[in-house]
T-cell receptor
């Protein structure tokens, strides 16, 4: 059974640009969540999608957005990149209920220069 | 609201020694609790989870954790550390909608 796949693994962008990250969840999982991991702030929740609907959103500016497709694949987009957006972005997939574990991808390392 | 506090950002043990990583949580509802491990430049791998039932939870690689409601704790232990256990460990609590609240992490160093 394939795990959570995130692409690309590494990305370098310039300030002001936008970026799109992709996440393919485990087959059968309908919930996809995104997290930002930085040395200073740790792991922070960005948003969660279930059946193409955003159910939960963290405290991030509107420059961070996401979507989920009918096959449960998800993308997140960051517009007008800032240096502080440099981070490891992790995607997690799970079944609907919160009592099951989230399976994490290997992440996308975004560097903004 | 849920939150997690991990005591000790760095823990160092000798190979073969007991590993104890501390986690305290705050939750307004019965918690779902997890421990994850992260190796450099990798995602998070689940070690173990507590949802309901037995309060002593066994996980992979010889790790276990005990849910103590009265102490709001979920400490992670392993009787004998191995060099391969060196990594960063995260305690987390989740809500019904798969929103995970992570602790700040504890880096475990294992000395030969």
């Amino acid at each position: 059974k394939a795990g959570v796949t995130q692409t690309p693994r590494y990305l370098i962008k310039t300030r002001g640009q936008q970026v799109t990250l992709s996440c393919s969840p485990i087959s059968g999982h309908r919930s996809v969540s995104w997290y930002q991991q930085t040395p200073g702030q740790g792991l922070q929740f960005l948003f969660e999608y279930f059946s193409e609907t955003q159910r939960n959103k963290g405290n991030f500016p509107g420059r961070f957005s996401g979507r989920q497709f009918s096959n449960s694949r998800s993308e997140m987009n960051v517009s007008t990149l800032e240096l502080g957006d440099s981070a490891l972005y992790l995607c997690a997939s799970s079944f609907e209920r919160g009592d099951t574990e989230a399976f994490f991808g290997q992440g996308t390392r975004l560097t903004v220069v | 609201a849920q939150s997690v506090t991990q005591l000790g950002s760095h823990v160092s043990v000798s190979e073969g020694a007991l590993v104890l990583l501390r986690c305290n949580y705050s939750s307004s509802v019965p918690p779902y609790l997890f421990w994850y491990v992260q190796y450099p430049n990798q995602g998070l791998q689940l070690l173990l989870k507590y949802t309901t039932g037995a309060t002593l939870v066994k996980g992979i690689n010889g790790f276990e954790a005990e849910f103590k409601k009265s102490e709001t704790s979920f400490h992670l232990t392993k009787p004998s550390a191995h060099m391969s256990d060196a990594a960063e460990y995260f305690c987390a609590v989740s809500d019904y909608f798969n929103k995970f609240y992570f602790g700040s992490g504890t880096k475990l160093n294992v000395k030969p």
